[in-house]
């Protein structure tokens, strides 16, 4: 394939990586209080280091976190989200995938 379509499909050189994150919030965490635990989440974890996610929310949160434009996340990355978890509390459960292909992957959502 050339290069011009592997750039326009993101494919060889020019894939863009992303990886899933799931984690269960504990039953104490009020639900009030579940806005300000998201703020903190995407201001603290994805937004401080550059990244953006999207996914389901509640008390179990399935997400899928990459990089604004055409970049890829890092195992840095994973491992800045993974230590921001540590630090939680209020986080029960929570497991961080491998770097997948942002564009040519399934996202499980579990």
Sequence with gaps: ???RLRRKFRLGEFRELGFEVSFRLSESVADADLEKFWDLFIGEAIE???LMCGGGCGRVWDVFVTCPGRRSATEQNRREIAEWFQRRPEVLDVRIGQLIDAWH???TGS
């Design 48 to 50: 401080a280091h550059a």
């Design 105 to 107: 992957s399934d996202f």
């Design 1 to 3: 394939m050339k290069k």
